[in-house]
């Protein structure tokens, strides 16, 4: 009706014609209605601006809020934080545009555009989630902790940003898209409590998604209770849905089936509690057995055609001699990944005879010795110590970031390189004479490690940087090909007889080297180099060397590998006949031997 008054008042203005209103009084009369009007449209169009303002204005302050006491390097340190950009890239920073006004010169405007091919999407997304699992398999991390921001409890002071809802819901869907219902469930319990916390309308999609995906993984968990609980409380505000009011007569009626109000919980041993007064109590964990949770076992065995299984299908293969070898292997890794293994009496005192020496066998090692640190008897691991110094480490990374690119692997079968899920990370190789070496810092390296290791470099593979990414990892391998592989041809220098791993900078957490078979761990050490033979004397592999990179919980981790090859060892490391020989102790500076 309003709309239709002000159309009868324009039309009379325009049938009045547009000069002398002034010289009449309806046209005055109408042109003041007109006025009405428009500040009726501009007191909407202010409520409008102040609502886009004001989500803008609580964006800037969630985001700016949660970094203004941190550098941009120590907020990207923490695994919560890595998560929440990429992900607020997606959700947020993709939606922002509906609620800034498209002027051309403006410079946010210009710049969403300008860097639209540089964002992440959502695969990036996908990969994060399942970087976040990996940590909570791996360093047995609750999702408590992670939304909270601080993955290691004993050590709150690694503190990130905690997940918002739309974080806690990606992950509780990705969860149960994998049908792995019991992290579904402890992430959906922490979407629950967030909603609680901060009073989300139960009419919104986020509220009824969090109820709708939490509930189906309490049921899969044998959570009947507490998910008719939650299904009864969905249906207070979503009455006529079906599927919903189905789920509760199904729960219903296995309940009554199993007698379950009255012996389920006697049976775990608790009392009955409210789900809404004590919210989810015993979720926490939701009775996840110790090492069971092997997810990287059909991974890496192949024909295995489940990349998610049940607890007894899990227990079924680890008591199947087939697999029974890769479950153990597994659990070493990730054991040793968060702390050093116990040692046998014996192996302690084969530590206790471990030393430290300084190293001059060459002209150029005497005038400046190499510290060496014995760190593991067999198989035997060295430490280099202060292999290159903070220059060079810096000089190194910037060389390598412009030709960082996705790591590959070689394929036992086919000998080609190829991309893995086990191996996360990006590298580089660094040749001497890099057109932007201008220190030549590549080549210095390169002289240090022939001191250091007294092997040839003639037929050794480039540098490799790697720069491991968001729990980048690389899952226990091999560096040399073992007996039945096709991965290095006379050509390429034979296989490979020894590693150098330069470690350019610490971690805060995370990211040791673990030998998985040895019961070894190294913790990185910034500008220190681990060396091993990868070869026993007489040329068989060593598979005592089988190592992992575990997975950076926090902080960033850049290694450079230096592969060297044993066809131009015929005078460094003559052959042995006796294979089950293994490396003398080292020689002192001094010239004598210590055993």
Known sequence: MAKCTIIIILFSIISLGYGEIYS??????????????????????????????????????????????????????????????????????????????EIFDDPLFKAMHSYESLLPNDDDVAGAVKALHRLQDIYKITAEHFAAGWPLERERQLQGQPLDVKSLLRLTKT????????????????????????????????????LDYFTFCLYKIDELSYAKELTELILEYYPEHERIGGNLRYFKKELAAADHDSDYDAIYGREKRSLFSEPLPFLGEIREKENVNITYVPKIRPGADKPNMTEDEIEYLIED??????????????????????????????????????KGNTPRSLIKPIKVEEAWPSPKILIFHDMVSDDEAKQIMDLAKPLLNRATVHN?????????????????????????????????????????????????????????????????????????????????????????LFYMGNTEAGGATAFIDAGARIAPRKNA????????????????????????????????????HVNDQVFTRPCDVDRYRREKPAKLYNGHYTQ
Not at 50 to 57: F, S
Not at 416 to 421: F, G, M, S, T, Y
């Open 24 to 101: 009449s009084f309806m046209n005055v009369q109408n042109l003041n209605y007109l006025e009405d009007h428009l500040l009726d449209l501009l007191k909407d169009y202010i409520a409008k601006e102040k609502e886009r303002i004001g989500y803008l204005e609580n964006f800037y302050n969630y985001v700016y809020g949660s970094k203004v006491d941190l550098t941009p390097d120590t907020y990207i340190s923490y695994p919560t934080n890595q998560f929440n950009v990429i992900h607020r890239f997606v959700s947020d920073w993709n939606n922002l545009e509906s609620y800034t006004k």
């Open 321 to 358: 001699k087939e697999y029974n070898f890769w479950a153990k292997r597994m659990r070493k890794y990730r054991s040793l990944c968060k702390e050093s293994a116990p040692l046998t009496p014996e192996m302690e005192a084969q530590k206790d005879r471990l030393i430290c020496y300084y």
């Open 412 to 500: 036992k079968l086919t000998g080609k390189l190829e991309n893995a899920d086990y191996r996360v990370s990006k590298t580089a190789w660094l040749d001497v004479g890099l057109y932007n070496d201008r220190e030549d810092v590549v080549r210095r390296v390169n002289r240090r490690m022939e001191d250091a290791t007294e092997l040839s470099l003639e037929l050794a593979e480039l540098q490799q940087v790697n720069n491991y990414g968001m729990a980048g990892q690389y899952e226990p391998h091999y560096d040399m090909a073992t007996k039945g592989e096709k991965a290095f041809s006379e050509s390429d220098g034979g296989n490979r007889i020894a590693t150098l």
């Open 175 to 210: 969860a149960y898209e994998e049908e792995d219902w019991r992290k579904c469930a402890a992430w959906g319990r922490q979407a629950y409590l967030n909603i609680l916390k901060n009073n989300e309308s139960p009419l919104s999609s986020t509220w009824f998604d969090v």
């Open 529 to 564: 180099a681990v060396f091993w033979y990868n070869l026993l004397p007489n040329g068989d592999p060593d598979l005592l060397t089988r190592h992992a990179g575990c997975p950076v919980l926090a902080g960033t981790k850049w290694v450079m590998n230096k592969w060297i």
